[in-house]
């Protein structure tokens, strides 16, 4: 397995965006990196507390659907919708990238990937290059922040 220490770091949006358009099967990770979830290979719903057969992760691929639009904006938008996990998980958490096999789906419908192999970290100047670019779009474009609990719904 690599060491964290010896994993290169993504330090661009553009460099990230490159090999996005060069390889398939990339997903990131929030987490506190390869060394602390690759001897087990699989995460815990925190809801439940039940281990799930894999490891959450985003999907960096492109879909087919996303068209001719630009790829900075795809990447952008699939490292700023979990921008917040450091602030509600635990600060030690970094985005990093890796290829690997999805196996199954989590409770919130996210891949759950096996047979990892880890690329890299993405620095945090390329959070705040994506996050400056989501929040130039049009149209209101939020984190998927779970944060605030969901209000009670009204009694009969």
């Known amino acids: 397995m690599t060491k964290t220490v010896d994993l290169p770091t993504f330090s661009s949006l553009d460099e990230l965006t ?16 390869p060394e602390s979830d690759l001897p087990k290979t699989s995460s ?8 799930l057969p894999g490891l959450s992760a985003s999907p960096l691929d492109l879909e087919d659907w996303w068209g001719e639009r630009p790829v900075r904006i795809w990447v952008a938008r699939r490292l700023y919708d979990y921008c917040y996990l450091p602030r509600v998980k635990d600060p030690r958490t ?13 409770p919130d419908n996210e891949p759950l990937v096996t047979q990892i192999e880890p690329l890299g970290w993405i620095a945090d100047q390329v959070i705040v290059e994506a996050s400056r670019i989501i929040t130039e779009q049009p149209g209101r474009w939020g984190p998927l922040d779970r944060d605030e609990p969901p209000e009670k719904p009204p009694h009969p």
Not at 44 to 51: A, Q, S
């Open 18 to 33: 490159r090999l996005i358009t060069r390889r398939r099967g990339l997903y990131v990770r929030w987490s506190r990196g």
């Open 44 to 51: 815990t719903d925190d809801l439940t507390g039940i281990e």
């Open 94 to 106: 970094r985005p990093w990238v890796l290829h690997g096999t999805e196996t199954a789906r989590g």
